[in-house]
């Protein structure tokens, strides 16, 4: 059983018990939280796909944490100009553990 979900403007592939890495989202650790935004939902016989949303299908979690990501570098250099630019940057993210897609 598998649902497609949207969540901080990404979409994830999530089945129960699996952890996702989010973009920052507004809930404190530890707070249960329910996704209506499901895109898609399998449970093994049938597929169910809204047009662009399910109405009776809901993905509940939990927020494990608030984390970062790792640090990702972008270089730029100009050759025979003496210019080069180092810019490092990291995501901030949500981890959320998936408990049960109730359909």
Same mark, same amino acid.
């Given at each position: 059983?598998?649902?497609?979900?949207?969540?901080?403007? =990404?979409?994830?592939?999530?089945?129960?018990? /699996?952890?996702? @890495?989010?973009? #920052?989202?507004?809930?404190?650790?530890?707070? $249960?939280?329910?996704?209506?935004?499901?895109?898609?939902?399998?449970?093994?016989?049938?597929?169910?796909?809204?047009?662009?949303? =399910?109405?009776?299908?809901?993905?509940?979690? /939990?927020?494990? @944490?608030?984390? #970062?990501?790792?640090?990702?570098?972008?270089? $730029?250099?100009?050759?025979?100009?003496?210019?080069?630019?180092?810019?490092?940057?990291?995501?901030?993210?949500?981890?959320?553990?998936?408990?049960?897609?109730?359909?």
């Amino acid at each position: 059983m598998f649902a497609v979900i949207e969540l901080g403007g =990404l979409q994830f592939k999530v089945s129960e018990g /699996e952890t996702i @890495a989010a973009n #920052r989202l507004d809930y404190t650790p530890g707070q $249960k939280i329910t996704v209506e935004k499901v895109l898609l939902f399998s449970d093994g016989q049938e597929v169910k796909v809204g047009q662009p949303y =399910l109405k009776d299908v809901e993905v509940k979690a /939990e927020v494990v @944490a608030h984390t #970062r990501a790792p640090k990702v570098i972008a270089f $730029k250099y100009r050759k025979r100009k003496d210019s080069a630019k180092t810019i490092g940057h990291r995501q901030d993210l949500t981890t959320i553990k998936i408990e049960k897609i109730a359909a």
